[in-house]
């Protein structure tokens, strides 16, 4: 008889009306002063839904944190850095960091990293669309519509269809 353990089944939810919801957790907490700043790719994205659905006058910060990583020397270069955009001072601003997946949280720690190089923010809250746990660093999401436990094999990838709509799929690495 074989013994191969089955995987249960992770049912993926709506990415756009994720979006929705994470909206409704931050809107209750946004001041004057509040910045949107989105993680490449994926963050970015969620950023700008984002600053749609919460009709923010002001732009959105993007930055791309491969050179802030701590794994860097041994992953290399990302093929495809994109240049970070901080169009706003941060000094006494209040920042939601905005990602699509909280894992390690070494993303997040780089991202912490490089805003400080711009400034020092009043506050630095964190969005995220699912956290999937399995954290190696102390850092939680203040604003997340969507916990899912996975296997480490299993990446949850946010990507954009040709409507810019948003989506998520799963791969498995063996």
Known sequence: MNAEKKRP???????????????????PRLRPETVLV??????????????????LGNEIG????SFYRDDYGARGLHPRVQPSSI????????????????YTGRT??????ELFDYGRPAMIQLAVLADRGHRQL???ADFCPWRVDLDPSSELVL???????LQWSLDEHA
């Open 108 to 113: 997040t720690r780089a991202a912490i990293n």
């Open 38 to 55: 989105g993680i490449h790719s994926g963050g970015v994205w969620v950023a700008q839904r984002l600053h749609a659905l919460l009709g």
């Open 159 to 165: 990507s954009q269809n040709d409507n810019g709509g």
């Open 138 to 140: 102390p850092i939680c």
């Open 62 to 65: 993007l930055i791309d944190v």
């Open 9 to 27: 089944t992770v049912v993926l939810p709506d990415a756009e009306l994720l979006c929705v919801q994470l909206a409704g957790l931050i809107r």
């Open 87 to 102: 169009p706003f001072d941060v000094e006494d601003r209040t920042l939601v960091l905005v990602d699509d997946v909280l």
